[in-house]
Each structure stands twice: as C-alpha cells, then as structure tokens.
C-alpha cells in the first residue's frame, strides 16, 4: 500500500486513523515511523492481554503488570518509545471482564487455578467474555467478594465458583489519570453497547477526565503543531485538527464516540 498515495487522496477530507495492539513487537512489525508521520491518531487496544483458556486467573486489562508487562501502561510506553507522538495516542478501556471458573474456592486471587472458561454471556456471545452491564447486574443481585489489587490496578470478584476481572469505576479513574499524565490525545471505550443502561462507565471516564484536566493533572493532547514539512516524523502532531480539537475541547467523550463508531463498523477487537 502507498501511504503517501492514501494520505494525498483522503487527509483532506477524513482524519486517519488506526487501531494497534499492545506494542510493536517482533512478530507483529507496526510502521511507526509512516504511522507517526501519516495518521491523526493512534488507538491502542489496551486490553485483551488474557485468554480464558489459559485457565489462569487473571487482570485482562491491568494498568501495571511488572512480571509479565501485559498491562496498559507497557502498551502505551512502548508505543511512545517507538516514536508515537502522546498527542495521537488514544488509550483504550475495556467494557467487558474476563471468567473463569475457580478449581478450588478457597484459592480466589490473582493466578488462581481454573478449570474452565466462564459462561457463554448473551452480550457478547462469547465464553468467558462478560459485559460490564452483566457485571454490574451480577454485583446487584448476589454478594460477590469484591477485591481492588493496588500492585496491578485492577478489580475483580468471585461469587461461589465464579471468578471475574473487570474495569471497575476506581480502575477507570486511575486510568484517566495515567493518559492525562502522560498527555495523551484521550481515551475510548470499547465496545460502547457493553456499558450499562446509565452509561455509568461512560460517565466516569468523562467525568474524571474533566476533573484531573482542571486540576492540572494534564492536558487535552490534541493541539496546534507546525506543518509536516517542519517537523521530523517522531514530532509530528495532528495538521488538520482545528474543527475537531474544539469539539474535543468542548466534550472529551467526542474522542470515544468517534473511535467507538469506527470500531462497530470494523468490528477489530481482540477477545
């Protein structure tokens, strides 16, 4: 594919974009450099770093992991030491939890052994695959063991011989912090239909972005940059960003509906 060619025929009316996952690696060569100096924005898919059938509890989106580094702050590093300006990075966040079912009850952390994948969810249709809305239902209707893991930043729970990661709302808001801590152009949720009828997850995203963005934590990445002709490739910002930076500005979930629609027309996502 000619990127020169693609970027001279549709830069003038799209913003191009594109979807990664966790980092560059040996087995998967992204072109950073092309990338960098050709597209919009980037969106990570920061999650998904588990299978069910590892049969291995596990965080499946954690912010930190130092064992493993499957986690979202790896993700998001790698791409930037790959050369990925912040202010095109877009961080993803999951809507759904990883299952399992636990082979002893009384073992229920992190790295618990299992003996199967959890329950084929109607949401996604998928075993061991389970939406927030079905998560939140769960917590409702049952007495689940809630836990919050300070060392990875993630949440899980079992219930009986249930055992479930997730995206809780505490999670959520570290992430915000860490994007806007390291400047990045915002973040998306994925997939949107999986959020709850009260869009509870949406809303705190949201919600925190705003906060931490007056309190100086960060700033909005998306800003003005120089012409691509002034600019090495590793530099380069957005050229053509002006109508979308104000409505970014204006409702930081711009970012996620724009990211989200393109994503249900695609349907790329790793689970």
Not at 10 to 30: A, K, M, R
Not at 51 to 56: A, H, Q, R, V, Y
Not at 76 to 91: F, R, T, Y
Request: with cysteine.
């Amino acid at each position: 594919m000619d990127m020169d060619l693609m970027v001279w025929t549709w830069h003038g009316s799209f913003h191009l974009q594109c979807h990664v996952f966790d980092g560059p690696t040996d087995d998967l060569d992204y072109p950073a450099s092309a990338i960098s100096e050709n597209l919009d924005w980037v969106n990570a898919l920061c999650f998904g770093y588990h299978k069910t059938n590892e049969l291995i509890t596990a965080a499946d989106a954690p912010l930190y992991d130092k064992t493993t580094h499957l986690s979202t702050s790896y993700c998001i590093e790698s791409w930037l030491d790959a050369g990925i300006p912040p202010c095109k990075l877009v961080m993803g966040i999951p809507l759904f939890g990883r299952s399992w079912y636990l082979k002893n009850k009384e073992k229920n952390g992190l790295g618990a052994q299992a003996v199967a994948a959890g329950p084929r969810e109607k949401l996604s249709n998928r075993t061991g695959v389970i939406a927030y809305f079905e998560i939140k239902q769960i917590l409702k209707e049952t007495t689940p063991s809630l836990s919050y893991d300070n060392r990875t930043v993630s949440s899980y729970f079992h219930n009986g011989g249930l055992w479930v990661s997730f995206d809780s709302l505490q999670v959520v808001d570290e992430k915000i912090k860490f994007s806007l801590r390291n400047k990045l152009l915002g973040y998306f949720l994925w997939p949107i239909s999986f959020d709850d009828s009260n869009h509870t997850i949406s809303k705190k995203a949201s919600g925190a972005w705003q906060i931490a963005s007056a309190s100086g934590e960060g700033k909005l990445g998306y800003e003005e940059a120089p012409s691509p002709q002034e600019l090495n490739a590793q530099d380069l910002a957005p050229t053509q960003q002006e109508d979308i930076s104000d409505a970014i500005a204006r409702d930081p979930l711009m970012i996620l509906y724009i990211c989200n629609s393109l994503f249900l027309l695609l349907n790329l996502v790793r689970i």
